[in-house]
């Protein structure tokens, strides 16, 4: 009977709640990383043809008829345009058309991602090869040697947004979900940002310096660490302000189980389904793998969008969070002067 009782006390609504959301959690975990990963295929890769006259667009139509449709082939004037283009991240490779031999040129950019860059070698060989044809490969933007299938950008962002939500969730559980007040709100982001530059350059140093999985800029990746890292913590306090302890599932359920498999990490994003492709740009991780990327291989190239994005899920965080709290500190001091002016608190005085 006291076992009964115990047990009874013990698991309440609210924890069998909480359990069958972590259940929940666990399966769409399941579901999102195999539904997005299990069977990658190229679809609408953006490439480029270069050919002299009518030959240019004749082959990019053939290349567009493939079956699956895995490319998106566009003319492009010359070699020197196809490699801007590449290197400005508007299209993932290209075939330069040789009219005076048997020999072809595929431009390709592993640092964007080496199952991208792999297939459209294969692809390209076969191609040519139906056409009695050679074509050799020119990686325009290769990935480091120490940056194995291209994956470090991706961990390294990983790592960031699991600091991020981790950081939050702590400041939740040691002083509750929800802030009582702005002051106690300014706090907890003050802290946040703080910890977050410190995680930006800490990962910047580790990824670049001491293992040299990655070149680029340190100043800009720790510029990027420190912008992913506090949206991802803002957002989890934003969501922990809204539902209380709840929000850091709700956190991980958006940035783990919708944003990493859709970050295009393991594989680019025109190798996704169409879904994990449609919203990968706009989730924490996939904007921030973009960007690490494109600073580590291209120069810094177009990372104005993927730059909003975050910034945009930093500042949605941070306006939640104060005005949920600026809503909680209204309340409690009505609630105070309702008291007090009601004569309960004249004892206590």
């Known amino acids: 009977m006291r076992f009964a009782d115990e047990l009874k006390s013990a698991v309440t609504p609210r924890a069998a709640l909480l359990v069958i959301g972590v259940l929940a959690l666990q399966l769409l975990f399941i579901a999102s990383y195999v539904g997005a990963l299990h069977n990658p295929k190229p679809k609408d890769v953006s490439f480029g043809v270069v050919a002299p006259g009518a030959a ?49 040129t595929l431009l390709v950019a592993s640092g964007g991602g080496t199952a991208l860059s792999r297939t ?9 090869g139906a056409e009695k044809r050679s074509v050799k490969t020119v990686d325009v933007a290769p990935a480091s040697k120490q940056d194995f299938n291209g994956l470090s950008s991706f961990y390294l962002v990983v790592g960031w947004c699991v600091g991020g939500y981790l950081c939050a969730s702590i400041l939740a559980i040691s002083a509750g979900s929800r802030a009582a007040n702005v002051p106690r709100a300014v706090i907890r982001l003050g ?12 990962g910047a140093i580790i990824i670049g310096p001491i293992l040299g999985a990655l070149p680029g800029s340190i100043m800009g990746l720790w510029g990027l660490g420190a912008l992913l890292t506090f949206g991802v913590g803002a957002l989890t306090l934003a969501l922990q302000s809204l539902t209380g302890i709840v929000g850091i599932g709700l956190a991980v359920l958006l ?4 944003g990493n498999p859709s ?19 706009w989730l924490p991780p996939g904007a921030g793998t973009w960007v690490a990327r494109s600073i580590a291989y291209f120069e810094g190239n177009a990372v104005t ?9 930093a500042v949605l965080g941070v306006a939640v969070t104060i005005a949920l709290s600026a809503r909680r500190g209204s309340r409690s001091s009505s609630g105070s002067i309702d008291l007090t002016a009601s004569g309960f608190g004249k004892g206590a005085a």
Do not use: C, Y
């Open 56 to 104: 240019a667009q004749q082959t990019a139509d053939r290349l567009k008829k493939l079956p699956g449709e895995p490319l998106d082939p566009r003319v492009v004037e010359n070699e020197g345009v196809a490699r801007h283009k590449i290197m400005n991240r508007d299209i993932d490779g290209a075939l330069i058309v040789d009219p005076r031999g048997t020999t072809d």
């Open 120 to 128: 459209l070698v294969e692809l390209t060989a076969k191609v040519e």
């Open 191 to 202: 802290t946040m940002a703080l910890f977050s530059i410190v995680g930006g350059l800490g």
């Open 255 to 258: 940035v783990v189980i919708a």
């Open 263 to 281: 970050a295009g990490g393991a594989f680019p994003l025109p190798m996704l389904p169409p879904f994990w492709e449609a919203i990968g740009p």
């Open 305 to 313: 969008g993927p730059l909003l994005v975050l910034a945009a899920w």
